[in-house]
């Protein structure tokens, strides 16, 4: 069993990078990617203990990206699964983290425009570097105003919430070309988030990134039921795109998905599919 999408505190997750290298131990996952949002700083911080464990430890990165006229972001997992990523990739990695700051300046402002007394200063010591809205919606909890997290982004984070910003995000071509010239293995992640619910649309923009150079797509996630599955199958087979899959841990945030086994034990992904990666790249 593997999970090739997991995310640490150092993004949006509440693991930290050697509890959940421990959680993999445990839990008898063979290998892991750590996948944080637009940083390696968690599978900076875990590649030591890992190799100390004896855990096949996967760099990956996740990155939001936007899709040829599409409102909503389109995220790209990256996989660098032969040489280690580039100094010139880390630094584009900077602009993207300072679009995420930028963002966050201006959801303060929308926030405080509807009454909602919130500072800066309060997220950031959750979330560093890294700050999203994951973070803001910890703060609104504690605060009393959303009971939970889904909660948090209906009303003020989500994409269709009143407070909503938006933030910077590379075109989804540029963010593969830059994924391709670091050496790494762009894949598209969760692809039922596409929310395309007419399968030759959905098929026809899949095409499209594979012609900008897309290598892979997640087959196998937390969110995609066995029909799901099989159909991005079918995708990967008709496009010769790579297969990959993980449950996209989060830890606390999603207490419903369990690191390698998913959706109330909704995956099994076999150390073939790392292997096959391996061989692609």
Known sequence: MIDLHSHTNESD????????????VQTGVEALAISDHDT????????PEAQS???????????STRGPGRARAVHLLA??????????????????????????RRLIASLREKGVEIELAEVERLGRTL???PHFARILIDKGYAPNYEEAFRRYLGETAPTFVERYAPDVPVAIQHVLSAG??????????????DPDTEDTFIRGLRNAGLRGIEVFHSDHDPADMERYGAIARKYNLLVTGGSDFHGDIKPQIALGTGYHGNLNIPMTVLNDLRAGA
């Open 13 to 24: 997750g509440t693991f930290t990078p050697l509890a959940l290298v421990e959680l993999a």
């Open 40 to 47: 390696f700083a968690g599978y900076d911080q875990a590649l």
């Open 53 to 63: 464990r004896g855990l096949d430890l996967v760099c990956g990165i996740e990155l």
């Open 79 to 104: 996989y660098f699964l032969r040489d280690t990523p580039t100094a010139e990739f880390r630094a584009w990695l900077g602009e993207l983290i300072e679009g995420r700051r930028d963002r966050n």
């Open 131 to 133: 700050t999203g809205r």
């Open 184 to 197: 790494g293995l762009p894949v598209l992640a969760h692809p039922i988030r596409l929310g395309m619910r």
